[in-house]
């Protein structure tokens, strides 16, 4: 009666498994529906900003939307620096970064049914402020002055 009861067994389990075989995928939170996009950045020294490129989403899902997310080395805190609807948008520039700070980016592409997918981090080196050096310094005793020249900056953020 246990060798009926096996051999029936191994014959339900592979009717039951060649069922399933090439069975549609459809629920929206199978990974293998949503993937995710290939990030690059690239940081612009005379204007402080960084350019975010990533390839356009090739999901079986349908797309709602990427998350430009950002995260400062050292905090735990993710900031999300723009949530873009449009499929074909694949770049970003980020103009908020501070000299001297190492971030890290990540593009999640959500589905319509809200499953996100990261992309590998990527890391940004941070970038220096660049200097002015002083030419010449001439002080004058009699006039109780001096007189100053430098180098013209050339960097981002410059206030006059």
């Known amino acids: ?11 339900l389990l592979s009717l039951l498994l060649l069922a399933c075989h090439g069975a549609p995928r459809k629920n ?7 993937t ?3 990030l690059s950045l690239s ?4 204007t402080g900003t960084a350019l975010l490129n990533w390839s356009a989403y090739e999901g079986d899902a349908a797309f709602a939307v990427y998350w430009v997310l950002r995260r400062e080395q050292g905090l735990e805190q993710v900031d999300t620096l723009a949530v873009l609807v449009d499929v074909e948008q694949t770049s970003f520039v980020d103009t908020s970064l ?3 700070t190492l971030y890290t980016y990540r593009v999640s592409t959500v589905n319509v049914a809200g499953f ?6 990527q890391i940004l080196d941070s970038f220096e402020l660049p ?4 030419v010449t310094l001439d002080f004058d005793a009699v006039t109780a ?3 100053l020249a430098w180098t013209p900056y050339i960097g981002p953020r410059f206030r006059t």
Not at 28 to 34: E, K, Q, R, V
Not at 43 to 46: E, H, I
Not at 116 to 121: F, I, K, L, T, W
Not at 131 to 134: A, F, K, R, S
């Open 1 to 11: 009666m246990t060798k009926f009861i096996y051999i029936y067994s191994i014959g």
């Open 28 to 34: 929206p939170f199978d990974p293998a529906l949503t």
């Open 36 to 38: 995710a996009v290939e």
């Open 43 to 46: 940081v612009a020294d005379t």
């Open 98 to 100: 501070a000299p001297g």
């Open 116 to 121: 996100e997918v990261e992309s590998p981090a």
């Open 131 to 134: 200097p002015v050096h002083i």
């Open 145 to 147: 002055s001096a007189a």
